[in-house]
């Protein structure tokens, strides 16, 4: 079976109509302040309190949401119980691949991001909630993972180019 | 900006106040302040002070010059967010199709 085509848009879009309170995090967030690097999916830091969780079930209900395995997506029974027993969930849905982190590495999760996160136009319902570059690169520079960590490079060449214009303007 | 990045990087990190890291290392919030925001720069040894304070160590290494990802860089800043995010997202997608088409070449090779 072939995986569905990536479209960060109408996953956005789930998560606003079912009023969920999420930041991005991750290569999206960096991507939409200027980072050259592509990106394979969403990954986003949800509040943790129990109602949003409860909006995260209805969201990830309507999305369809599955399990991401090495082979093929494994349905599971969505339940906020469950969810917020979770640190992490590496999802499967309609339109493409969504992470869901409650405390991506080196922060201590949504509270932590909300303080520097920027309000951006993505073109979805509403705008959305980014975390910023700054913010980005902690979590990348606090991750163990070797393939976060080569990102960091592009990422801090990204915040001096920025810095740089900011200066010059 | 370097030294403020990475004393605010390190101390968000570790999930310090200003004033908590002031603490820790006999100096005044307001001072770590100054330092975060980048109006003054501390020395190289403070600031590895600060961030080994933060439970952290500042590791140094030499690397060549590299600003071969400005040009993309300036070129993404010409697009709106929007615009970023759905070239990145078409650009990964082009990247699979081509990753795909390898691995059934390979495959039809190896038949």
Same mark, same amino acid.
């Given at each position: 079976?072939?995986?569905?085509?990536?479209?960060?848009?109408?996953?956005?879009?789930?998560?606003?109509? @079912?009023?969920?309170?999420?930041?991005?995090?991750?290569?999206?967030?960096?991507?939409?302040?200027?980072?050259?690097?592509?990106?394979?999916?969403?990954?986003?830091?949800?509040?943790?309190?129990?109602?949003?969780?409860?909006?995260?079930?209805?969201?990830?209900?309507?999305?369809?949401?599955?399990?991401?395995?090495?082979?093929?997506?494994?349905?599971?029974?969505?339940?906020?119980?469950?969810?917020?027993?979770?640190?992490?969930?590496?999802?499967?849905?309609?339109?493409?691949?969504?992470?869901?982190?409650?405390?991506?590495?080196?922060?201590?999760?949504?509270?932590?991001?909300?303080?520097?996160?920027?309000?951006?136009?993505?073109?979805?319902?509403?705008?959305?909630?980014?975390?910023?570059?700054?913010?980005?690169?902690?979590?990348?520079?606090?991750?163990?993972?070797?393939?976060?960590?080569?990102?960091?490079?592009?990422?801090?060449?990204?915040?001096?180019?920025?810095?740089?214009?900011? @200066?010059?303007? | 900006?370097?030294?403020?990045?990475?004393?605010?990087?390190?101390?968000?990190?570790?999930?310090?106040?200003?004033?908590?890291?002031?603490?820790?290392? @006999?100096?005044?919030?307001?001072?770590?302040?100054?330092?975060?925001?980048?109006?003054?720069?501390?020395?190289?040894?403070?600031?590895?002070?600060?961030?080994?304070?933060?439970?952290?160590?500042?590791?140094?290494?030499?690397?060549?010059?590299?600003?071969?990802?400005?040009?993309?860089?300036?070129?993404?800043?010409?697009?709106?967010?929007?615009?970023?995010?759905?070239?990145?997202?078409?650009?990964?997608?082009?990247?699979?199709?081509?990753?795909?088409?390898?691995?059934?070449?390979?495959?039809?090779?190896?038949?």
């Amino acid at each position: 079976m072939s995986e569905p085509r990536f479209d960060p848009k109408p996953l956005l879009n789930a998560l606003q109509r @079912h009023d969920v309170d999420f930041i991005v995090v991750g290569a999206a967030a960096a991507i939409s302040q200027g980072s050259p690097l592509p990106t394979y999916d969403l990954d986003v830091t949800p509040a943790r309190d129990p109602q949003n969780i409860e909006r995260i079930v209805a969201a990830l209900v309507d999305l369809d949401a599955k399990l991401r395995t090495p082979a093929e997506p494994v349905p599971f029974p969505i339940d906020a119980r469950m969810l917020a027993r979770g640190e992490a969930w590496t999802l499967d849905t309609r339109f493409g691949s969504l992470d869901l982190v409650f405390a991506p590495a080196g922060t201590q999760g949504y509270d932590d991001l909300r303080r520097d996160a920027l309000l951006v136009d993505l073109g979805t319902d509403r705008p959305v909630l980014v975390a910023s570059i700054r913010d980005v690169i902690r979590m990348k520079e606090a991750s163990a993972r070797e393939k976060d960590r080569m990102q960091l490079p592009a990422l801090r060449r990204t915040l001096d180019v920025i810095r740089r214009r900011e @200066h010059e303007a | 900006m370097i030294s403020a990045d990475l004393l605010h990087e390190a101390r968000l990190r570790a999930g310090l106040t200003q004033a908590e890291l002031g603490r820790r290392v @006999h100096r005044s919030q307001s001072q770590i302040a100054r330092w975060e925001r980048g109006d003054v720069k501390p020395s190289l040894e403070t600031l590895r002070e600060l961030i080994r304070a933060c439970g952290l160590e500042l590791t140094f290494g030499l690397a060549n010059y590299d600003d071969s990802y400005d040009e993309w860089i300036l070129r993404a800043l010409e697009r709106t967010p929007e615009e970023r995010l759905a070239h990145a997202v078409q650009a990964a997608g082009v990247w699979r199709e081509f990753q795909a088409s390898v691995e059934e070449a390979r495959e039809r090779a190896a038949v």
